[in-house]
């Protein structure tokens, strides 16, 4: 990332590309593979710390947490789902306090009552207009740093209409929303329209879910349309998960790991994955006993 860090970059083109990651071991294969960012998913975190769907369970505790593991093993800019803000406005300036302590760099805000869902699942319910507008300024009153982007979601598709998640979106912005996010679009011709209507004035931030409502489209794809920046949330879970069936599966007929080995990092491959080698060095530089063997 550049000196004028992430508000500057979803400025530029090309599209800002953003995986999903869900701990500290995603978070550092993200970085290897040279994405300028991530996005830490709220379901995601649900998924692997609570083995439980995206539905408020996650509290803002077991977040920062996740935030600040992540932080300590990579450089890269962290985008952060924060849900609700986990309460009313004074709940989402606590959250923002402690994302951009634990190093959040943008802090992701929805317009869901509490407990939340999964912006692809249905039955969802809304607060009003005026609630998030003051959640909003809020978050941006409790930041410490203005580089700290604070992203406004709306869900109103599902539950409003197309028309009135816009309306919701143009007050997001007006509150001061740094990039928006009007989640779930059920067409290409409502990707295409928000674009239009935002993408000139605001950075705007696209959601591509695997079997989700909104049509998949490539990252150039979003770009043409107006997006700044596209998330893939659930794509690095929902690859492990297969992943995950497919070798227990195996272990289970099969009572070894061998047939399994082609699709395996061996010991020794992890362990270079994961730099134990360059940490080990630097822990002899600490110890004199061992420094100058």
Not at 168 to 192: C, H, I, K, S
Not at 248 to 277: C, H, I, V, W
Request: aromatic share 6%; charged share 25%.
């Amino acid at each position: 990332m550049t000196v004028d860090g992430l508000r500057g970059r979803l400025r530029r083109a090309p599209i800002l590309v953003l995986p999903g990651v869900y701990d500290a071991f995603s978070a550092l294969m993200a970085e290897q593979a040279g994405f300028e960012g991530v996005y830490l998913s709220g379901a995601s975190i649900a998924y692997t710390r609570l083995g439980r769907p995206d539905i408020g369970l996650v509290d803002m505790g077991e977040v920062a947490t996740t935030i600040g593991l992540i932080r300590d093993r990579i450089a890269l800019p962290i985008v952060v789902d924060g849900d609700t803000g986990f309460g009313n406005a004074l709940n989402v300036q606590r959250t923002v306090r402690a994302f951009e302590r634990a190093g959040a760099d943008a802090i992701q805000l929805e317009d869901q009552v509490t407990p939340k869902r999964c912006g692809h699942l249905a039955g969802k319910a809304l607060i009003g207009k005026g609630e998030m507008t003051g959640k909003i300024r809020a978050a941006l009153d409790a930041r410490a740093r203005d580089t700290t982007l604070i992203v406004a979601r709306t869900d109103a598709i599902a539950v409003e209409g197309f028309d009135r998640a816009v309306d919701r979106a143009d007050a997001y912005l007006e509150a001061g929303a740094d990039v928006l996010f009007v989640e779930a679009p059920q067409t290409e011709e409502q990707l295409a329209t928000v674009g239009r209507r935002f993408g000139a004035r605001v950075p705007l931030l696209a959601n591509m879910v695997e079997g989700g409502r909104t049509p998949m489209k490539s990252a150039e794809q979003l770009e043409a349309l107006g997006y700044a920046t596209v998330i893939f949330p659930g794509g690095a879970m929902r690859a492990v998960s297969r992943l995950l069936v497919d070798y227990y599966a195996s272990l289970k007929a099969q009572g070894s790991n061998q047939p399994f080995r082609e699709r395996m990092y061996d010991l020794g491959d992890l362990n270079r994955l994961l730099g134990t080698p360059e940490t080990m060095e630097a822990g002899r530089r600490y110890d004199p006993d061992l420094k100058d063997a």
